[in-house]
Antibody, heavy 116, light 106 residues
Framework: QVHLMESGGGLVKPGGSLRLSCSAS????????MSWIRQTPGRGLEWLSY????????KYADSLKGRFTVSRDNAKKMLYLQMTDLSGDDTAVYYC?????????WGQGTLVTVSS | EIVLTQSPATLSLSPGARATLSCRAS??????LAWYQQKPGQAPRLLMS???TRAAGIPARFSGSGSGTDFTLTISSLEPEDFAVYYC????????FGGGTKVEIK
């Protein structure tokens, strides 16, 4: 069955950077768009980005202002989210999900906390 | 940005009751609306896409309806495992979620 597992979350200082990873299994990874979505108690669920199967096209939420970059390694069945210039507003649980505009499978999430 | 408003915020019902959840969009989203279920400590799970198409493995007691700006998710007879938070999400202009409706045991 489809399995997605995020890693790389943790505590980071304001202005810092972090890279999240998502390992995929149970499906043909390079057949699917993949997405990153985050969730906070205050702002709820926020779709951050989705990337095409080949990784040659990625769309981002305007709110990210170019601070986040998504990449994928189809050979390794991995999805990545590079986050820079982090602030407290980026504190959230980050999910990777299968799909571009509808997320039909989700990982369990990884918590990112931005604090000094 | 398309804003999705879900109501009520909390629905208190007994097992076996019928649940009717509403999602209203700030402008038309056609039928490009999905519903998700989230239980405590878990990721959301896709229930419905394109307003009324059940996702794989979703029981028939879940049904979706609506188009344009007004959508409904109906659970015909609540099972114990259905008590959770439900979110709607549109994909007409970018991708946004509603604030959720919590279905709790009365």
């Amino acid at each position: 069955q489809v399995h997605l597992m995020e890693s790389g979350g943790g505590l980071v200082k304001p202005g810092g950077s972090l890279r999240l990873s998502c390992s995929a299994s149970g499906f043909t990874f390079n057949d699917y768009y993949m997405s990153w979505i985050r969730q906070t108690p205050g702002r709820g669920l926020e779709w951050l980005s989705y990337t095409r199967q080949s990784g040659d096209y990625t769309k981002y939420a305007d709110s990210l202002k170019g601070r986040f970059t998504v990449s994928r390694d189809n050979a390794k069945k991995m999805l990545y989210l590079q986050m820079t210039d982090l602030s407290g507003d980026d504190t959230a649980v980050y999910y990777c999900a299968r799909g571009d505009t509808t997320a039909d499978s989700w990982g369990q999430g990884t918590l990112v906390t931005v604090s000094s | 940005e398309i804003v999705l408003t879900q109501s009520p915020a909390t629905l208190s019902l007994s097992p076996g009751a019928r649940a009717t959840l509403s999602c209203r969009a700030s402008q038309s989203v056609g039928s490009f609306l999905a519903w998700y279920q989230q239980k405590p400590g878990q990721a959301p799970r896709l229930l419905m896409s394109d307003a009324s198409t059940r996702a794989a493995g979703i029981p028939a007691r879940f049904s979706g309806s609506g188009s344009g700006t007004d959508f409904t998710l109906t659970i015909s007879s609540l099972e114990p495992e259905d008590f959770a938070v439900y979110y709607c999400q549109q994909r007409y202009i970018w991708l946004t979620f509603g604030g959720g409706t919590k279905v709790e045991i009365k």
